[in-house]
């Protein structure tokens, strides 16, 4: 006759002759308890964050939600290594994202480099204009001047890299509106002593022939590139800029 009291045994693909575990009342087996879904988010936050950046800092934060949440529950929610998975997946994510934005964005120094050399390239014209036509140009044309001795240059040449919004056919820059009443030539100007310290054109708001009178825009980490006479661009900071020199000799001869 057949034992009724011995353990019941699972023979097959598991292990032979482990007893079946059963809960009380001889239901069937208990169930896993289910995974977080903050932690079931930050994966997916994470892989989703290979084609939309946003998604991958919400993975890291979902990840690290997870770990009380799953800590708290007492074994009644598992996902601590899922978390765990998102948080490290996002992270990475979020860290190539960053580090892509800095390798193909150029720095705000180079931007600024950028800038310095257009203002030498329109001091460099306007010096050939003055000499061309003995006087400087008029403050509402001084954009086309500029243009018309740097044929080859074309209208790059007036855009800062460092203005968020480059509208098409706008300049970034402003000419001291004082110039334009001056009848003689930058070499002329120059041999009055003031080259070095009279400015010609300023970081300005985009526009087409804007001109300035002692402001700027202070654009560049606080400061703004002047160009003076003498051909020379300096970072002036932003509070500074109306006290170089904007005003030109009175012994020069004006209209």
Known sequence: MMDHDHDLRVEGPGVPGVPLETPAGGGPPNKPPPVSG???????CGVAGICCFVTAPLGVL????????????????RGHGLAATGVILSSLITAFQFSSLGLFRPSEKARMAACQGNLRQIGQALESYTIQHGRFPQASSWCD????????????????PS?????KGESHYAYNRKLSTLRCS???????????ELVVVVDSLPGWNRSAYKSADARHT????????????KWVRGEEVPKVRWDVPPAVPAK
């Open 62 to 77: 979902f990840g690290l939600a997870a770990f009380p949440t799953v800590s708290a529950s007492r074994g009644g929610l």
């Open 163 to 167: 203005t968020p919004r480059r509208t």
């Open 186 to 196: 930058t070499p002329e100007l120059a041999a009055r002593g003031v080259a070095a």
């Open 222 to 233: 606080g400061g703004a590139n002047v160009l003076f006479l003498d051909g020379h661009v």
């Open 38 to 44: 903050l932690a079931r988010r930050s994966v997916l």
């Open 145 to 160: 001047a500029v243009l018309l001795c740097l044929p080859d240059q074309g209208r790059d040449v007036l855009k800062c």
